[in-house]
């Protein structure tokens, strides 16, 4: 009886960027290097993030995904894939400042400034106590992400920026640590399982209740 032909399993999400840096442009020797470091249980020791212009403060490192497809079973070495398809989904929220690119943008679009001024992690609506009293700063129901700010003060031209980035679901992504740090092969590993970006528990779940919360909150104080 013939052998059933093993069927080419569809793209799936990996690393796309590690560390800051692009996956499929590191050495064999570099993703062993960041796999090992991603399973450590602190960040001691993480390397630079050039979007936080620090060292990296997520555990796992990873700052994006991207999809790729298997072009050798036998090695089980992929490829990203290419076009609009393969394009990064960010899933850490640090990957959005690189360059300040979004803080000017917005700031053009919403207060006429591409050099606005730019107040981080801003607390707001905190909790009373039963005596009317503000609860400790690390318990406030929430903060506004950054304020930008025209910088001509006499103007009060100010917004408040939201930032999320993409959660992921399925497989965890410890696993896919440990098949990069024992891939034999010399290309791109091949994901080990599916994983794909979690537009509905980032978008719907998280983010559209933080808006309902603070955006009609904003408005009422003009």
Same mark, same amino acid.
């Not at 993030?49 to 995904?65: A, D, E, H, T, Y």
């Not at 989904?89 to 606005?116: N, W």
């Not at 910088?151 to 980035?165: R, V």
């Given at each position: 009886?013939? !052998? #059933?032909?093993? !069927? *080419?399993?569809?793209?799936?999400? +990996?690393? +796309?960027?590690?560390?800051?840096?692009?996956?499929?442009?590191? *050495?064999?020797?570099?993703?062993?290097? /960041?796999?090992?470091?991603?399973?450590?249980?602190?960040?001691?020791?993480?390397?630079?993030?050039? /979007?936080?212009?620090?060292?990296?403060?997520?555990?796992?490192?990873?700052?994006?995904?991207?999809?790729?497809?298997?072009?050798?079973?036998?090695?089980?070495?992929?490829?990203?894939?290419?076009?609009?398809?393969?394009?990064?989904?960010? =899933?850490?929220?640090? #990957?959005? !400042?690189?360059?300040?690119?979004?803080?000017?943008?917005?700031?053009?679009?919403?207060?006429? *400034?591409?050099?606005?001024?730019?107040?981080?992690?801003?607390? /707001?609506?905190? #909790?009373? =106590?039963?005596?009317?009293?503000?609860?400790?700063?690390?318990?406030?129901?929430?903060? %506004?992400?950054?304020?930008?700010?025209?910088?001509?003060?006499?103007?009060?031209?100010?917004?408040?920026?939201?930032?999320?980035?993409?959660?992921?679901?399925?497989?965890?992504?410890?696993?896919? /640590?440990?098949?990069?740090? =024992?891939?034999?092969?010399?290309? %791109?590993?091949?994901?080990?399982?599916?994983? $794909?970006?979690?537009?509905?528990?980032?978008?719907? !779940? #998280?983010?559209?209740?933080?808006?309902? %919360?603070?955006?009609? *909150?904003? $408005? $009422?104080?003009?």
């Amino acid at each position: 009886m013939a !052998k #059933r032909k093993s !069927k *080419t399993p569809p793209p799936r999400f +990996g690393i +796309g960027e590690w560390y800051g840096r692009s996956f499929v442009n590191l *050495t064999k020797s570099e993703r062993k290097h /960041f796999a090992a470091q991603a399973q450590n249980k602190s960040t001691a020791g993480a390397p630079h993030c050039p /979007f936080l212009g620090q060292s990296c403060i997520k555990r796992g490192g990873v700052c994006s995904l991207r999809l790729y497809q298997l072009v050798n079973p036998g090695t089980g070495e992929g490829k990203a894939v290419a076009g609009d398809e393969g394009d990064l989904r960010v =899933t850490c929220p640090h #990957r959005f !400042k690189h360059d300040a690119a979004i803080y000017s943008l917005i700031g053009e679009l919403m207060i006429d *400034t591409s050099q606005p001024l730019i107040v981080g992690e801003v607390r /707001f609506l905190q #909790r009373l =106590t039963a005596n009317e009293e503000a609860v400790s700063e690390g318990e406030d129901v929430g903060n %506004i992400d950054n304020v930008l700010v025209h910088p001509d003060l006499d103007l009060m031209k100010w917004c408040a920026l939201e930032i999320q980035a993409v959660y992921f679901s399925g497989s965890e992504m410890g696993k896919l /640590f440990r098949h990069i740090q =024992t891939y034999a092969g010399n290309g %791109i590993p091949f994901p080990d399982a599916t994983r $794909r970006p979690d537009y509905r528990s980032s978008g719907p !779940k #998280r983010l559209m209740p933080q808006l309902q %919360i603070k955006v009609p *909150t904003l $408005r $009422r104080w003009g």
